[in-house]
């Protein structure tokens, strides 16, 4: 009863936000990028079964799952041949008795080493290559997140979970914006199978943005006719990611994870299997094949879209695109290390990335995962 009053009011905030508010679309996209290696080779379909400390990121109610000693994530990605940096870490520590745990994540994406040009062209017309400066563009957010559980028997298990997030992002001297928003997600175990949903910036988070120009610059950007900006607000639409998941024994020492997840966003129409306004639905699916809780096998596939297909010369044919994914993990005692593949485009024009991440149990215990 008390799992159904939790859905019910999540869905009940995010309707009303949706009714009330207008949202940009695609705000705090760095947010969607995933975290650790694990979830991005399984193409982001972690809402059900994530256990570990990036239970921060994709749904806080997992969490409850490192217990007994504290936990530490950390990952770094290279995306466009290494122009985009993104980085993560988190540590996660469980309370006594393993009830409730509390972990703090920051995430990072910038594009460092920009060229600033405003001042490029002298007033005769000349160009002075001395007059480029260079900036960086980066996006920063901390996740401070709680979880409980709400009941474990022998076969069933149910917690939620918290998050509390602060956004910075900056580009350059010239813009900084501040933003704040709430998290909340729910897992539920029950034999092998596994249940979750996960309501991104349930509130709308907002980023309070501010710029600075000098007189000089805001000059030149009146006579190359850009638009000088002012301070605005960016509104970021309540998300909702719905999953479950079975566990298929195979064997007495492997077995096979099959997860699916439906992502649902309010910020209208969107190039997604099922498009509308204001809800589009868009799925992800991931496997993983357990090897003696020692070695793991991932792949998914996510982001799937319409688009012109490369072939059609009038550009009037559209196929289904899709981004796959794959990965491997294994873990040592209190170690566990982790590899994705992926891919940033789709599958005839990829973009595919390496990506690594580290999980460390401190003083931890050999029989826990």
């Not at 079964?49 to 530490?72: I, K, R």
């Not at 995430?107 to 062209?121: G, H, P, Q, S």
């Not at 709308?204 to 007189?215: G, P, Q, R, Y």
Request: glycine share 8%.
């Amino acid at each position: 009863m008390k799992t159904n009053r939790f859905i019910l009011m999540l869905t009940a905030t995010l309707l009303l936000q949706v009714s009330h508010a207008q949202f940009r679309k695609y705000s705090n996209e760095f947010l969607n990028i995933g975290a650790g290696a694990r979830g991005l080779a399984m193409g982001g379909a972690q809402v059900a079964t994530v256990g570990d400390g990036t239970a921060g990121y994709w749904n806080p109610a997992g969490l409850v799952n490192v217990q007994n000693h504290p936990q530490v994530n950390l990952m770094h990605a290279e995306y466009f041949a290494g122009i985009g940096k993104y980085d993560y870490a988190s540590v996660a520590l469980p309370a006594s008795g393993n009830k409730r745990t509390i972990a703090v994540t920051g995430l990072r994406f910038a594009v460092d080493d920009i060229m600033n040009t405003l001042f490029l062209v002298e007033p005769d017309g000349s160009v002075n290559y001395n007059n480029i400066q260079s900036f960086s563009s980066a996006d920063y957010a901390f996740l401070f997140s709680y979880a409980q559980k709400v009941k474990e028997t022998e076969h069933k298990k149910i917690s939620f979970g918290l998050n509390a997030k602060v956004i910075h992002r900056s580009v350059g001297k010239f813009a900084r914006a501040w933003g704040f928003g709430l998290d909340a997600g729910l897992q539920m175990q029950h034999r092998n199978w596994y249940f979750g949903i996960s309501a991104r910036d349930v509130t709308s988070t907002f980023n309070a943005w501010s710029f600075t120009f000098t007189e000089k610059e805001k000059e030149v950007l009146y006579l190359t006719n850009n638009e000088i900006p002012v301070k605005s607000t960016e509104m970021t639409a309540p998300r909702l990611v719905l999953g479950v998941a079975r566990q298929f024994p195979l064997g007495q020492k492997s077995s096979l994870l099959a997860e699916a997840n439906l992502d649902l966003t309010f910020d209208g129409k969107r190039n997604t299997v099922i498009s509308g306004d204001p809800v589009s639905v868009d799925p992800r699916l991931g496997l993983e094949l357990n090897i003696n809780n020692v070695f793991y096998l991932r792949g998914g596939i996510s982001n799937f879209q319409k688009a012109l297909y490369d072939g059609d010369t009038v550009n009037q044919k559209k196929v289904w695109i899709y981004q796959p994914s794959a990965g491997a993990g294994f873990k040592i005692q209190q170690v566990g290390i982790d590899y994705a593949f992926t891919n940033l485009a789709n599958q005839t024009n990829p973009l595919f990335t390496h990506v690594f991440s580290l999980r460390i149990n401190l003083v931890g215990n050999k029989n826990k995962n």
